[in-house]
């Protein structure tokens, strides 16, 4: 660890003396808004014709920010403010020389197509959150809260207000009503906030600012003007209750005999989502029996390394304010709140019978959440999540009608809670988070951890107007339960205490809990001038578990990291931006063992003409792993190479693509990846876009792990070469009537097939040379069973079987489509209308890809869903 940490000190002290800049004085401008008078009304249909607009004058003076940073822009524009006591008017004058080329898009909320105006309001006056309120020149809304000083966007944030938009022979005009109970601000007479307008002039791709900022400024929030005038509001409480009701029909293909697959299945389910505004500033959301059927569905995917794959949240109440519970303590996905865990699949399993039928469920059942969540005006951020999900049982029924239930799932009680503070006139702040995952554990689920506790602390400070930072944060975590579920933690792949020889670990079987701890500290340059650099630290005990209600992938590993990045900002007649970065990590495990290092470097350039190149490659002279034999000793990979090319058009156009190609070679063709990306996005009239995403993946590896065997009392280590080709296409089209009104399709195609060959086992896993590490089998040691489809093995070619291994060729098919109709008939309340298909299976490894995605997709019959859901939003 110390030689990791002076790595990381000797290239900030380097990079700091050679690169440190002098940081330009920032200019902010204001605004001052007035209170609409007595009688006056603003009707909001986008003319700016109402006589209340006129008592208040234009605010002009747009900087570009992109590409010409602070230039004039090519067309103007001009906004005024007003408010009463529950509402904002904002009316904004876009002016455009040729008005028949406004770009003009329809699409559904959130798109943010063709031209378009937006206002950003930071109310806490916190210089890292805001609100940021979008119209398009064709109507269409786009609303996100912004966190993290603009490094986080969260689109789910669906607030109500209003706006419009016309287009005239100036170029066009937009209005907007934002009620203050979708804002956060305290108590005060005048309230001072962030403000910012952000226009975005689609023919020239030239985004121009009310408030200048430099493209070398190291956030967005902390760059906003200021709003004054706003005198003696109220903050507004907010409550708005919406009740849902979904009608749901699922026809499948039936199975003769099986209760369970009849062909059809009908559900009529309700529930209801809240939201209650205990102060202004906090909030507590609400939801019970929730439903979330008219979300995407995960993309295809398959691991052979064994650990498992991160899926992005989607589900509505769990995505929004998300930022306020996120907590990132090291790098990749590892989380100590990963939401996807409550309402999982459940882990426990049912025992059957050949003559019995089995009915799983897909996922547990969340009876009820609860999130309070908000900021306060004194910069604390506060956030405490409950949820509760239930009893799962299989339900089993054998072929004389004798039915029984068993438990896969416990009944499971999850929270979640979160502060932080501000200080330093907001350029820092310190913050903590606890984790709590309580199970009700039965005799049969007792493999199941039955208590989970983590925390954490973090921080961060700015200095230098924000240029220059420090950050880390610390995590702990202790989890109970009985022996045998426990001896599992520590036997799992992110742990592999079970390790041959491993001197610093080892299973101890009586242990009922397990405490650890891991973490970060990074010290960088994050803006000001065109370099940027940082440095740091990440730590994972070998004890340290937080998959109860978590993300972590491995544990026992110390990482060093480092990075210098140099940015192009000024436009040439050749490009519009360049970067380029180099960056290098090491990583230890507990036991001080050298593990790898990585050098890269990634360069990016966008061209005059909006088009882009990106490309990176690396060098891996030192690869060794703890987890490729699941236990075994730890494991030496072959020297490796990779780089990638993407390149792409214009996306502005209505037709538009990317191609990219990515390859990866190891010393001794030990292995390698080859992976070929093509993107598609068209638009052939305003109201309709369709994209296409297309990848093929060629994947060889002559040391493929297939399993571990026992050979004259010893542990035998069994790989073998894979052909391993994937493919999967996504495909979505929008077709917009109206900017409340549209339907969507979703459909991908996934395939995965992998062919085993030249099996072999370990012999020395960490000599240099391939042909040292594994040795392979010969034809007079391995056999096929014509029986049994196993391998068989004389290892000592006496004539006896020694042991066997299972046929691993596999063939993964999977199609997921979803069409949704959706409706937003007032704001707020819509209505669903969702077609769902889907179809899961194994296919024939001995044939192509097209074969099987001929067979076993196109040629099958699908699992339909039809699903009608209406919700309704009172606000009171």
Known sequence: MIK???????????????????????????????????????TIDGELSDQAWDNISWDTDFTVFDPNNGETPSQSTKFKILYDQKFLYVGIRCYDSIPAKIEKRLARRDNFSGDWIEINIDSYNDKRTGFSFNVSAAGVKGDEFISQNGDFWDASWNPIWYTAAQIDDKGWTAEMKIPFSQLKFGEQEEQIWGLQLNRRFFRAEERS?????????????????VLRGLMNIQPQKQLEIQPFLVNQYDAYPSQAGNPFRDGNDYILNAGLDAKIGLTNDLTLDLTVNPDFGQVDAD?????????????????PFFIENKNIFDYEFADGNDNIFYSRRIGRSPQGFATTTPEEFIDE?????????????????NGWSLGLLESVTGKMYADIEDVEGNKRSELVEPLTNYIVGRVQKDFNERNSFIGGIFTLTNRNITDNLDFLRSDAYTG???????????NYYV?????????????????????????????????????????????????????????????RYDGGLIWRSPELELND????????????????????????????????????????????????????????????????????AAHKPRIFSNTVLRGGPRWRWSEENFWYLFFGSDSRKKLSFTLGYVNSQAAEKNFSL????????????????????????????????????????????????????????????????????????????????????????????????????????????????????????????????????????????QFRSNLVLRWEYIPGSEIFLVWSQGVVGAGDPSETLGRNLDRQILGQKKDNTFLLKATYRFIL
């Open 209 to 225: 600012l009310w408030q200048p900022v430099s493209l070398d400024a190291p956030g967005w929030v902390s760059e906003f003007g």
């Open 549 to 616: 209600i978590g993300f972590l992938r491995q544990a026992d590993e110390i990482k060093q990291t480092a990075s210098i990045s140099r940015l192009f900002l000024k436009p040439t007649n050749f490009y519009r931006r360049v970067n380029m970065e180099l960056n290098q990590y090491t990583t230890y495990d507990f036991e001080g063992n050298y593990n790898r290092i990585q050098y890269q470097f990634e360069g990016f350039i966008n061209y005059k003409n909006n088009w882009w190149t990106e490309v990176g």
């Open 299 to 315: 993309p295809g995917a398959i691991a052979l390394d064994g650990f498992q794959i991160f899926f992005e949240e989607r589900r």
């Open 4 to 42: 990791c940490l002076l790595h990381s000190i000797v290239f900030l002290l380097f990079t700091t003396t050679i690169l440190a800049q002098i940081d330009s004085v920032k200019v902010q401008r204001e605004y001052v808004t007035k209170q609409l008078r007595a009688g006056e009304e603003i």
């Open 471 to 531: 950050e880390g944060n610390i995590v702990g975590s202790h989890v109970k339960g009985s022996a045998d579920a426990i001896a599992r933690t520590q036997r799992s792949i992110t742990h592999l205490f079970q390790r041959v020889d491993a001197g610093h670990v080892s299973v101890d079987e009586s242990r009922t809990s397990l405490t650890g701890t891991g973490g970060k500290i990074e010290l960088g340059k994050a803006g000001g001038g065109n370099w």
């Open 456 to 466: 954490g602390f973090d921080f961060k400070h700015n200095w230098k107007d924000r």
């Open 361 to 377: 469920p897909k996922n547990s059942t969340i009876l009820g959440a609860a999130k309070f969540s908000g900021k306060t005006k």
């Open 674 to 813: 080859a992976r070929y990306v093509f993107r598609l996005y068209y638009q052939p009239f305003d109201a309709f876009n369709l994209s296409i995403s297309s990848e093929y993946e060629e994947n060889p590896n002559k040391t493929q792990y297939v399993t571990e065997t026992n050979f004259n009392g010893n542990a035998r280590y069994i790989t073998s070469n894979i052909d391993q080709k994937t493919f999967s296409t996504s495909i979505r089209f929008n077709y917009s009537i109206n900017p409340n009104l549209s339907i969507q399709y979703y459909g991908e195609p996934f395939i995965s097939r992998g062919k085993y060959t030249d099996f072999n086992y370990v012999n020395n896993p960490i000599a240099e040379k391939l042909s040292e590490r594994v040795r392979l089998f010969s034809e007079n040691q391995i056999s096929k069973s014509t029986e049994t489809d196993n391998y068989l093995i004389d290892e000592d070619l006496n004539g006896v079987i020694d042991y066997q291994i299972a046929d691993p060729n596999f063939s993964y098919v």
